[in-house]
């Protein structure tokens, strides 16, 4: 009869609760809630036009490495080595505003903000923008590029373990021809593996760590290398002393002849973008010697002087610009990928620590849910023992309250390490320095919570979406940039196909002079005359000397052609071949990669109505197992339960709160996802990529979309004196301290 009178009153007690469920099903589970959207319609969308490079280009570093240094005013500039400052391994200031009590009371806003100033990964992708120009200004003197690992820095724990868009079309940034060297915006593997604890670069038409060949990127004419566009001058000066045993005076007049040569030789030589060499050398000796024979030098010192200036063209193969300013133009172009991949790192790591800060979230709720619980299961085993010590109250029922008290110091034990990990995940996320014994003390208490506010990208059309997502993707615009790339390198290896044929000309002069040797004393030889008939008897100064390389009494010049004709040219047919095999495959994998997009912004939004519905459905499911355990507990302290009832009805409320917390988790950790594939992330946040770049962060970041606290929290001041100006819908950066954590 009580079993009968006990199903009566729990039935008409869920149909009393069923009413209020089934109508807050149909609308906002939470203030300000929308209803559901409908699915969005698969439709076919267009990729749109490729966008011009130069609108990648952010240039936001404080000092710009490709321009080197000036040598006005001073000249030795250039040859003083770049002195950098070390890095800063401190915490940035704002950590000091949130504490609280020894408690860090930190908004999502804030945990952002502090990611940017302080978070590692962004600090070591940031080193890259400078190492990209530092790329340009090698190109600029005509050497091959180095390149620049533009993978993702995955060295923050926690939070999302794979970017959102795997497997990009090569973010080719390596160097020049077939030692190239490429990495991905985006890869497959999470765990470091290119300098800098980089992801890993992915295969594709491009050579990388998990390639097994090189890339033709950045190849050329074969036989006419690109000539140091920076001028080159060298010289040799040379004092020389000779003391030359002779075995006969007859020609030298000494058998032991001395001789003093002093050689003072300069060359100047530079290539030209169109493909001109210019060399220059300018050669001068100084000789004096003993000889005293009338067959030696007429003059003692003799005066010697040189010059030479040869320019030479490319006709076929090695001409033009495109062709020998290729390093320069990939470079321009790696220099926009670097920035893109820097924008990448900063959506990759933003939503890294929103996946950590809604952990820390969910396990902070989760840890108070556990408490509640271990509370009402202390007071259902102390109630069981004084029923028991009166004798209303079977042993096995304290037993079994007993047990679950047990279960659930368990799971609060669990809950609070899980509390501290995902703290210690969060203090590594957006702080350098763990050593700090306050700061490691002090226990972080998430201050916001998700709202199902219905965000723009949920409202939006898919259509409209997908293509935002096309336009603002890291990962197109690495790859429209990567196919610039190619087609420069297409000209180059159309150009290494043609036979070479350069034409050149050149002026050379020398002028001879000195003083006449004293030594020397002219008389007739039988059979050889007078050496000295028709020679000057003045002295001829160094100034006429070098007056006579340029009037013509002495000159040296002409013009030529060079012609290499290979005959098979099977080397060149292969490196055309290739690269245009290269090129058709990236845009194959780029409209791939549209594909894979369209896909994603899909799923992601079936996910995110899911994740609504999943929600509301487990908050009903919280209000009804909440409802019942109170009914239960009425019950039991009217007799007519029992505690095996109780216990089941408090499992229950507790699956309900786990899962409401879960479904909020994932419906925050989703939407934060979706913000990360449309690459929106950083204008819906207010967050400027320049001074992200620069480390120096003007405007704090406001993530939209957040529960706004209970009205009875309010935020605490920052300083004495100073008012809150805590947003009515959301905490302010910097300001959301609260003496107590909204309650979920």
Sequence with gaps: ???????????????????????????????????????????????PPPIAAEAYSLRPTSRDFS?????????????????????????????????????????????????????????????????????????????????????????????????????????????????????????????????????????????????????????GPLNVPIEPLDPVLSGTVQLGRAYIPETSSFLTGTFSLNQNTDEYDFKYEQGFLPGETLDITFNNSRNTNNANSPFGSFYSPSLNSTFNAQITQHLLQGFGWGVNGRYIAITKNNRRITD?????????????????????????????????????????????????????????????????VAK????????????????????????????????????????????????????????????????????????VLQLKNQEITLKAVKNAMLPVLDVYGFYGAEGIGGAKNPLIHCVDIPGFGNPCNGTPGLTIPYSTVLGNLVNSSGPNKGVGFNFTVPIRNRQAQAQQARAEIEYRQSQMRLQQLYVQLKMQVINKLFALQDDRAQVKSAEASQQYASQSLAAEQKKYHLGASTTANVLSQTRNFETAQDNLIAARTTYAVDRAGLSELTADTLNKYGISIADAATGKISQAPLVPGLRAPRPEVKPEPLHPGSGSSANPNQSAPGNSMQAAPPQA
Excluded: C
């Design 340 to 404: 893109v991949a820097f924008k990448a790192q900063l959506l990759y790591t933003i939503d890294q620590v929103e996946n950590i800060y809604w952990g820390l979230a969910g396990a902070y709720e989760d840890e108070k849910a556990k408490v509640g619980a271990l509370k009402q299961s202390s007071q259902l085993l102390s109630d069981d023992k004084k029923q028991l010590k009166i004798g209303t109250l079977a042993p096995l029922d304290v037993v079994n309250a007993n047990a679950q």
């Design 1 to 47: 009869m009580q079993t009968l009178q006990s199903g009566l009153v729990a039935g008409l007690m869920v149909l009393n609760m069923l009413a209020p469920v089934a109508a807050g099903a149909q609308t906002a589970g939470n203030a300000g809630s929308q209803q559901v959207p409908n699915a969005p319609t698969a439709t076919v969308a267009t990729p």
């Design 67 to 219: 321009k080197g240094k000036s040598q006005f005013p001073d000249p030795f500039s250039v040859y003083t080595p770049i002195d950098l400052p070390a890095p800063r391994f401190s915490n940035a200031p704002l950590i000091d505003t949130l504490y609280r009590d020894g408690k860090i009371y930190l908004s999502l806003d804030d945990a952002i903000l502090l990611a940017l100033e302080n978070n590692f990964d962004i600090a070591i992708a940031r080193y890259n923008l400078d190492i990209a120009d530092t790329d340009l200004l090698r190109a600029h003197s005509g050497l091959p590029y180095l390149g620049v690992n533009t993978g993702l820095v995955t060295g923050t724990i926690g939070g999302s373990t794979s970017p959102v868009a795997s497997s990009s079309p090569t973010a080719t940034t390596g160097t020049s021809g077939t030692s190239a060297s490429t990495t991905t915006i985006q890869s497959q593997g999470a765990s470091g593996g290119g300098p800098g604890g980089t992801s890993a670069g992915a295969g594709g038409a491009g050579s990388g760590p998990n390639g097994i060949t090189s890339s033709t990127l950045g190849d």
């Design 408 to 479: 659930d110091q368990q799971a609060l034990i669990s809950a609070k390490t899980q509390l501290e990990y995902q703290q210690l995940t969060m203090k590594q996320a957006i702080a350098r320095n763990l050593d700090d014994f306050i700061f490691a003390a002090a226990p972080v208490i998430p201050t916001d919570r998700v709202s199902l506010l219905s965000t723009e990208e949920e409202n939006k059309p898919v259509d409209e979406l997908v293509q935002e997502t096309y336009a603002n993707s890291p990962n197109v615009q690495e790859a």
